[in-house]
T-cell receptor, first 112, second 117 residues
Framework: SQQGEEDPQALSIQEGENATMNCSYK?????LQWYRQNSGRGLVHLIL?????REKHSGRLRVTLDTSKKSSSLLITASRAADTASYFC????????????FGQGTELSVKP | DGGITQSPKYLFRKEGQNVTLSCEQNLNHDAMYWYRQDPGQGLRLIYYSQIVNDFQKGDIAEGYSVSREKKESFPLTVTSAQKNPTAFYLCASSIRSGTSASYNEQFFGPGTRLTVL
C-alpha cells in the first residue's frame, strides 16, 4: 500500500497554542495536499504543495515539504476552538494515474 | 451557487437490497470520484472517472458499480454483493489536467451516511 502515515492520530491543545501535524509518504509525488473535515461533513481543501516547493502559507496555515525525508507538516498557528476537526494529508503519486491517496488523519481538538 | 451535491444525506437499506447514491456537480469538472470512509479512518477510493463514459476501479470496487453518462453526474450503486456497506460515502470532483491524470485539488460533497439494517 502507498498510503501515507499521519501523526499524531489525535492532538488536544488549548486555544492560542500552535498545532503541528505530520505526514509521511512512500515514493515520488506530483504534489501533497491537506484537507480538513468537520465531524460528519465532507472534506475541504486547505493547501496543495508541489514536489518542487518547500513551504506554503495560507492565513494561519503553514505547510512544509521535505522530499528527501518524504514528509510534510501542517502547522496551524494561534489555534481557535473552530479549528477543531480532522486533518488529512493526501498524496498525488506519479504512478497512481492522478488518484489521491489519503492518510488516516489527525483528530485535532482545540479547547477554549 | 457552484458546488457538488449528494443525496440523500442519510440512507437506510435492508440486507439484500441494492441502493443508489446520487452525486451531482455544476463545477464543469471532468473528473469525479467516490470514496468510502469508516469511523476513525481515512478515505478509500471506490471508483473514479476522468471523463464522460469512462471510469476505473479504485482500491475497493468489489460490490459497487457506477455510471458516467453525463459530465455532471456520477451515481454510485451499492449492490447486495457488498459485504459490509454501512459507511459514510463521499463524492468529489476535480479539474482534469492534461490527457490522463488529474493531480489537482478535489472538491467534496457533504456525504451520504448509509446504514444497513
Amino acid at each position: 500500500s502507498q498510503q501515507g502515515e499521519e501523526d499524531p492520530q489525535a492532538l488536544s491543545i488549548q486555544e492560542g497554542e500552535n498545532a503541528t501535524m505530520n505526514c509521511s509518504y512512500k515514493t515520488s509525488i506530483n504534489n501533497l495536499q491537506w484537507y480538513r473535515q468537520n465531524s460528519g461533513r465532507g472534506l475541504v481543501h486547505l493547501i496543495l504543495i508541489r514536489s518542487n516547493e518547500r513551504e506554503k502559507h495560507s492565513g494561519r496555515l503553514r505547510v512544509t515539504l521535505d522530499t528527501s525525508k518524504k514528509s510534510s507538516s501542517l502547522l496551524i498557528t494561534a489555534s481557535r476552538a473552530a479549528d477543531t476537526a480532522s486533518y488529512f494529508c493526501a498524496t498525488a503519486y506519479y504512478n497512481q494515474g492522478g488518484k489521491l491517496i489519503f492518510g488516516q488523519g489527525t483528530e485535532l481538538s482545540v479547547k477554549p | 451557487d457552484g458546488g457538488i451535491t449528494q443525496s440523500p444525506k442519510y440512507l437506510f437499506r435492508k440486507e439484500g437490497q441494492n441502493v443508489t447514491l446520487s452525486c451531482e456537480q455544476n463545477l464543469n469538472h471532468d473528473a469525479m470520484y467516490w470514496y468510502r470512509q469508516d469511523p476513525g479512518q481515512g478515505l478509500r477510493l471506490i471508483y473514479y472517472s476522468q471523463i464522460v463514459n469512462d471510469f476505473q476501479k479504485g482500491d475497493i470496487a468489489e460490490g459497487y458499480s457506477v455510471s458516467r453518462e453525463k459530465k455532471e453526474s456520477f451515481p454510485l450503486t451499492v449492490t447486495s454483493a457488498q459485504k459490509n456497506p454501512t459507511a459514510f460515502y463521499l463524492c468529489a470532483s476535480s479539474i482534469r489536467s492534461g490527457t490522463s491524470a488529474s493531480y489537482n485539488e478535489q472538491f467534496f460533497g457533504p456525504g451520504t451516511r448509509l446504514t444497513v439494517l
